[in-house]
């Protein structure tokens, strides 16, 4: 059975950074709260025309570079988003044409906060089972959409960016070794936006009431988040059969920091196992988890065959872990040409968006 190495990282954030003294100005808070009750500082916020899947596409552009592996290598493109582009087509679609992975199949998956750990899992056991070799795995948000920029009680919290891993098999062992995934949709309305779905159609009068925004129960998340996140990661170490000791780092979802340091007191763990830069990002939902490990790996903090757990919580509700052993870049096989793949990623689409017109034309005049 190949094992699932992660071999290729990279992220992306907006350059516009949004600090706790700025919201000071625009809502009533302060610094002080935000820092004490979430340790969050600053976050990064998109500007306009950055979206989800521009960013998902920065991210997707560095995990090759690094993985040294060309666009039309990759076999599937799995890209986890509560914020996609649009309901359809999936963002992961719009990430395909924009790098030309041509023999990629894409979809989206929403589970949230949670989400890029059940991606993950996913490419995981598809390269496992032997039937895909590379696969592209990306969390991205703008949750800076979503978001009602008048609500205390959410905007504080998130920020924008994303994350991408390159899964690939190989015979070597390592890489991912065990996942849990858990759900309960009984909390489904503890964190929702509850407008724009199938249930609550887009009207003048769901704009009017802020339905398109994001609702919140802070405090019922914040009990959630510190029963499940202590238990999922004994629960997926036992799962490993490895010990907590094996573990080198824990790098949790980045939603606030009260959340992590009750996850390290219910593990016995001193919070300096566990990654944690959510000072500078706030939550950006499935996009903080693949953001902690690419600057883990850039400092090098994660080493060749150091065991790690990734663990999180969300909305619907849904929670899970991994543990992984991280495995670095492998030695390429071939020379890869970065500038060369964009170049024709770029000409490769504005060609088959030429060609699906001239077809619509002939056809048309055929059916005239
Ligand atoms: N600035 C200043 N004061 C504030 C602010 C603010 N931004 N927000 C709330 N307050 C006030 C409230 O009005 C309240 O004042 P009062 O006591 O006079 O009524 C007081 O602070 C306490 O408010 P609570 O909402 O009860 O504060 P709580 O202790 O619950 O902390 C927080 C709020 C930080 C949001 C916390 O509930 C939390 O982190 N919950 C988890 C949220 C989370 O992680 N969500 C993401 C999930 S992952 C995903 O899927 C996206």
Not at 125 to 131: D, L, M, R, T, V
Not at 210 to 231: K, N, P, Q, S
Not at 315 to 323: P, V, Y
């Amino acid at each position: 059975m190949p094992f699932a190495h992660i071999t290729g990282w990279g992220m992306a954030v907006p350059e516009r950074i949004l600090t706790n003294f700025d919201l000071e100005k625009i809502i009533d808070t302060n610094d002080q709260w935000i820092v004490e009750m979430t340790g969050i500082k600053e976050r990064h916020i998109a500007r306009e025309g950055q979206t989800t899947s521009s960013l998902a596409v920065e991210a997707a552009w560095k995990a090759l570079s690094v993985a040294k592996l060309k666009p039309t290598e990759i076999d599937l493109i799995i890209c986890s988003t509560s914020t996609p582009e649009y309901l359809f087509p999936a963002t992961a679609c719009l990430v395909q044409d924009r790098i030309g992975a041509t023999k990629a199949g894409a979809f989206d998956l929403l589970a949230a906060c949670t989400g890029f750990i059940y991606a993950l899992n996913m490419a995981a056991q598809a390269i496992k089972s032997g039937s895909l070799k590379n696969v592209l795995v990306i969390g991205a948000e703008t949750l800076s959409k979503f978001v009602d920029w008048t609500d205390r009680n959410t905007c504080i919290l998130f920020g924008d960016g994303a994350g991408a891993l390159i899964l690939q098999a190989s015979d070597v062992p390592g890489g991912v070794m065990s996942t849990v995934m858990h759900s309960d949709g009984s909390g489904a309305d503890l964190l929702t936006l509850p407008a724009g779905g199938s249930k609550n159609p887009a009207t003048e009068a769901t704009i009017r009431s802020g339905l398109h925004y994001i609702h919140m129960d802070g405090r019922e998340v914040f009990r959630f988040a510190t029963r499940v996140m202590a238990h999922a990661t004994r629960e997926v170490i036992a799962a490993s059969g490895i010990l907590m000791d094996d573990v080198k780092w824990i790098i949790p979802h980045q939603a606030n920091l009260r959340i992590i340091d009750a996850a390290a007191r219910g593990l016995k763990l001193p919070i300096e196992r566990f990654v944690v830069n959510l000072e500078r990002y706030g939550n950006t939902s499935t996009a903080s988890i693949p953001i902690a490990i690419c600057e883990a790996a850039q400092d090098g903090r994660l080493q060749k065959g150091d065991k790690f757990v990734l663990v999180g919580f969300g909305a619907g509700l849904t929670w899970g872990a991994m543990t992984a052993q991280w495995t670095g870049v492998m030695e390429p096989e071939h020379i890869i040409r970065p500038n060369y793949y964009r170049l024709f990623a770029r000409t490769r689409s504005l060609l088959r968006r030429l060609w699906l017109r001239i077809e619509g034309i002939i056809w048309g005049r055929n059916k005239a």
